[in-house]
């Protein structure tokens, strides 16, 4: 007889040690809940800062020390990019200055422009975008403010509109300096910006750009860009839209990325990773847990005629977010605004930043008062009491009924005495009848009537408020 095998025991197992196992298992499983699980992407960014943003609301998704202090390095040139496409014209030619190229270190990121040289503004900025050229974004910003200085003044202001408000730039390209800084969250919504703006992101989804000759270099060149998730970089991604790269010694790796999928665009911004490959690896990460694990939630309220829409993590019910009407403000035209915020408990911090968003809900403008006039068409009611009313003809009908009875009744007390009452009898109830159908004919009439003039009120009122709702727009 051969051994049984261990697989042949399991089967021989009593139920109640069966049912043992089966909790035993469930058990070990509750351990790594799916929302434990998905906390350990936070542990898996290598990046001492990041934040992960939708890119049409500006919600944050996941973050860590978003709002830290942190060297830009070259992804400042997302902000020189940005001012030079709103404020100049990229068919305009720039004379690069003696300033914007000595003021280069040497070991700085360039593509060897040289004083005099003219290059178009578009060209400059595949320059700046691709190859990171420092001597290229300090040309931008004298050609768009003058001087440097006046360009740092003008991203300081432009970062505050965007409501950037722990950044301050003293440069064009990012070059380290005491007073040159920003956070994760401020640089995605430079980024937020920056991407609506198509030209921007022809030139920073670009691989490969050429530079034909110019007044001072006969050869052409070549600006190739350093983003390895392009589709044809070393890390192609799905979606991607672009972004810009940055290193010096003091910020150390930091990059910003913006890829679209399924209609929802994210953000990412990346700072201080220990090295290019790993803000790369952490920007597949991050973008990757934003596409997967979220989904759409409208928020809407009968008494706004407004709705808002959130992101919300796959592993949390709607039921758990916590909405917080403000006061509500009466509107010059009428209507109703409040102002509601949406959050979560801190425990769900790991699956997703619990501050969701902020929203305003606007009631419907109100009619105006209608109008008497407005209510009561003349015609429209001189032509319903105008109608023949039943009145008339019963009167008119009685009258003959009368007239006809009484000859009747001469002529049947000639009769004998029995088909006298006999026909008495009858002429008694045929005139009941014809009273009972004057009565309901009347009662028909008035009813009728009486819905003809709700129906003429009815589309008065309409009339006027879509009168109303034409004059507001």
């Known amino acids: 007889m051969s051994k049984p095998t261990a697989l042949t025991r399991f089967w021989q197992l009593r139920p109640v040690s069966g049912l043992l196992i089966v909790l035993l298992l469930c058990q070990i499983l509750l351990l790594f809940p799916a929302g434990q699980a998905q906390a350990a992407i936070a542990d898996d960014v290598q990046s001492q800062a990041f934040v992960l943003m939708d890119g049409h609301t500006g919600q944050v998704l996941l973050q860590r020390d978003m709002h830290g202090i942190r060297k830009p390095a070259s992804t400042t040139k997302i902000m020189t990019a ?55 974004a300090n040309a931008v910003a004298e050609y768009v403010s003058g001087t440097i200085e006046d360009f740092a003044a003008l991203m300081n202001q432009r970062a505050k509109e965007l409501g950037a408000k722990n950044t301050h730039f003293s440069n064009a390209n990012g070059l380290n300096s005491d007073d040159h800084y920003t956070t994760a969250y401020d640089m995605a919504l430079i980024m937020k910006k920056a991407i609506e703006d198509q030209r921007f992101l022809t030139i920073c989804s670009a691989y490969q750009h050429f530079l034909d000759p110019t007044n001072l270099q006969k050869e052409r060149r070549i600006f190739n ?77 009968s008494e706004y005629e407004d709705s808002y829409t959130y992101l919300l993590h796959n592993d949390i019910s709607s039921d758990q977010v916590n909405v917080l009407y403000g006061e509500p403000v009466e509107n010059e035209d009428g209507s109703t605004s409040v102002g509601v915020s949406f959050n979560l408990p801190t425990a769900n911090a790991d699956l997703m930043y619990p501050e969701i968003s902020d929203a305003t809900l606007t009631s419907p403008i109100p009619p105006p008062p209608p109008e008497k006039a407005a209510l009561f068409s003349t015609a429209g009611v001189s032509s319903l009491l105008s109608e023949t009313p039943p009145l008339s003809w019963i009167v008119g009908l009685f009258s003959f009924l009368a007239l006809v009875v009484g000859k009747l009744l001469g002529l049947v007390n000639l009769l004998p005495a029995g088909l006298a009452f006999i026909i008495k009898l009858l002429l008694s109830v045929f005139s009941a009848l014809l009273v009972l159908a004057c009565f309901f004919r009347t009662r028909r009439w008035l009813r009728r009537r009486k819905r003809l003039l709700q129906k003429q009120k009815m589309e008065a009122k309409r009339r006027a408020y879509r009168e109303q709702q034409s004059y507001w727009g």
Not at 114 to 135: D, F
Not at 271 to 294: E, H, I, K, W
């Open 82 to 136: 940005l001012l030079a496409l709103e404020k100049g014209d990229t068919a305009d030619p720039v004379t690069v200055s003696k300033t914007a190229v000595s003021t280069v270190p040497r070991d700085a990121s360039s593509v060897g422009l040289m004083p005099g040289e003219i290059i178009p503004l578009e060209k400059l900025l595949y320059a700046v975008m691709l190859e990171s050229a420092n001597e290229g």
């Open 225 to 301: 860009n350093k983003n390895r998730l392009l589709p044809q970089g070393a890390m192609p991604y799905e979606g991607i839209l672009g972004g810009k790269t940055g290193y010096t010694t003091a910020s150390q790796n930091t990059l910003v990325e913006a890829a679209c999928r399924d209609g929802r665009t994210l953000i990412c911004v990346v700072f201080q990773a220990p090295s290019s490959l790993a803000s790369f690896q952490d920007t597949v990460t991050l973008l990757n847990y934003g596409f997967d694990n979220f989904r759409s939630v409208t928020y809407a309220d």
